[in-house]
């Protein structure tokens, strides 16, 4: 008795039916989205003070009210300027140190959570929800808890955006060390060297342009958190803008003048970032 011989296999009527249940997913997918979309919408819509729509055509006025007290005061912008730069310098400051420190927690972090260079193997997945922790907490409920503690200034700020930070960098650094080459450990340790030493030679010179870029990055994200956290009385410019659209009409040209300081200084730097990472890129890549 012949067995029978097995139906021919097609491609294409495979790859057409792969391509239906993935165009299924994705419509599925969009519609979830856009049910929550416009269930959430409407629900912010109705906890509002106003309503969106009836509020839509007012959008305008409060820039029509800045630029009309500001325009005939763009003389007084200069020396706005540099009254309100010491803040700029404040702010710029409060973002650098704690991308600085951020970074340096997030290195340990992630070295401590990578399979491969963990020093404690079975306490990887500790450090791993811990980095989700500091990751998943908004820098601005941080720091208004701090303020209620230390009173305002720059140190909530800079607390609140160190602890976000090396949980946001904790993650990414984690994703390049899964990618260091790990013969340069085994060399070091079968000669004797310590856990700090293997990570110090054998890791960090692999991954370093990779945590430099990730870090300027953050770096320009911790700008504006600092700018924002400056309204619940953090210090720095924020602060300075907020109680110049506190005032109202006759001192939205300082208003002006902040938004105009804020803005150049994210391009300047968000440029000059730019330019560093693909300098980098560029360099790892020959």
Do not use: C
Request: positive net charge; without cysteine; charged residues 15%.
């Amino acid at each position: 008795m012949s067995l029978s011989p097995n139906p021919p296999h097609d491609p294409r009527a495979n790859y057409i039916q792969m391509m239906q249940r993935k165009r299924l997913y994705g419509g599925l997918t969009m519609a979830i989205f856009a049910l929550l979309l416009v269930s959430g919408f409407m629900l912010a819509n109705d906890r509002n003070a106003g309503g969106f729509w009836s509020g839509l055509p007012h959008v305008l006025d409060f820039p029509a009210d800045v630029w009309a007290d500001a325009a005939p005061k763009v003389d007084q912008l200069p020396g706005h300027f540099l009254t309100f730069f010491p803040s700029l310098l404040e702010t710029i400051n409060i973002a650098a140190v704690s991308t600085l420190i951020g970074a340096a927690i997030a290195v340990v972090l992630s070295m401590l959570a990578t399979r491969g260079l963990a020093l404690w193997p079975r306490a990887i997945p500790v450090f791993r929800r811990a980095m989700d922790i500091m990751r998943a907490m908004p820098e601005i409920v941080i720091a208004l808890v701090l303020i209620f503690v230390l009173g305002g200034g720059p140190v909530p700020a800079m607390i609140a955006i160190t602890f976000h930070t090396a949980g946001a960098l904790g993650k990414l650094f984690s994703e390049v060390n899964e990618n260091a080459d790990l013969k340069p450990i085994e060399g070091l340790q079968s000669v004797g060297a310590g856990w700090v030493q293997r990570m110090w030679l054998g890791v960090i010179p692999q991954v370093a342009p990779n945590y430099f870029s990730y870090g300027l990055l953050r770096f320009e994200i911790n700008i504006r958190a600092s700018a924002i956290l400056g309204f619940v009385g953090a210090g720095g410019i924020g602060y300075e803008l907020k109680n110049a659209m506190s005032w109202g009409l006759g001192k939205f040209d300082e208003a002006a003048a902040i938004f105009i300081l804020l803005f150049l200084t994210i391009v300047v730097f968000d440029q000059l970032s730019s330019r560093v990472r693909q300098g980098l890129i560029h360099k790892g890549g020959h």
